[in-house]
């Protein structure tokens, strides 16, 4: 293999096109303040902001962020409505801004639990940015990796039963076809804050070939300072997707 071929193949130098952020420790950022949980949801949608405005600098393209799982309908009541309550407010404040900037936002999870009026906003905001493409933010709300795997078999078990797809042509490059994230590359980079080393069923198909990055910092302390410091170590890493570099 010559130097040219290692090049293709290591990526290194080059900076995360894709980043995939894990936004955890809002409950223990407040809690350590001595607030309710939901405080530290509201600081934690702040942070959203400046990360966002700190990609195009960063030469961050597209930034998925996991704003609520499928297995957080787990949490209490109380929680869960409030967080489906900061997401419309969060949406109704944020959408004028977004549009000005640039920002394409997209939705990715299973809309079918969600409130329609919450479910309207996300439409909405999805039309109004689809002629954007400065940043691409994409919001998981009832996502889980699991669940995204299954539904696009369901799908595709559908256009197989319809003679749409044969069998033998279902492989790595037309299931991905089904995925909620189907328009976008993969993550070259996840960011998981607050310490907790694991993926929590989080595009689990997209981030095969993913590098990850486990900080201590809790995500209302996420600063665009630590984001760029993150994407600067990135560019150091070589990356082989399997193969060996010389
Ligand atoms: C994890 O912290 C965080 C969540 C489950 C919610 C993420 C939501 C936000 C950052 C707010 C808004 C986002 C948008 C897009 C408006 P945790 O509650 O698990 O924290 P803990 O592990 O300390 O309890």
Partial sequence: MGAQDSREISDQGKGPGHVAIIMDG?????????????????????????????????????????????ENWKR????????????????????????????????????????????????????????????????????????????????LAHDVALGHILPQEVNEETLPKYLDTYVLPDPDLVIRTSGEARISNFLLWQSAYAEYEFIDTLWPDFSSEIFAGIINNFGKRTRRFGAVAI
């Avoid at 942070?47 to 393209?61: H, M, S, T, W, Y």
Wanted: glycine content about 8%; some cysteine; charged content about 30%.
């Fill in 76 to 155: 209490t009541q109380a929680e869960v409505s409030g967080l489906m309550l900061l997401f419309r407010r969060y949406i109704q404040k944020e959408a004028r801004d977004l549009f000005e900037r640039g920002v394409r936002v997209r939705f990715i999870g299973d809309r079918i639990k969600l409130d329609s009026k919450l479910v309207d906003l996300m439409d909405e905001l999805e039309l109004m940015t689809s002629e954007n493409d400065r940043v691409h933010l994409t919001i998981a709300l009832n996502y889980g990796g699991r669940d995204e795997v299954a539904r696009a078999a369901r799908r």
């Fill in 26 to 70: 809002n409950g223990r950022w407040a809690q350590a303040r001595g607030k309710p949980r939901l405080f530290g949801h509201h600081a934690g949608a702040k942070r959203v902001r400046e990360i966002v405005e700190a990609c195009p600098d960063l030469g961050v393209k597209y930034l998925t962020i996991f704003a609520f799982s499928t």
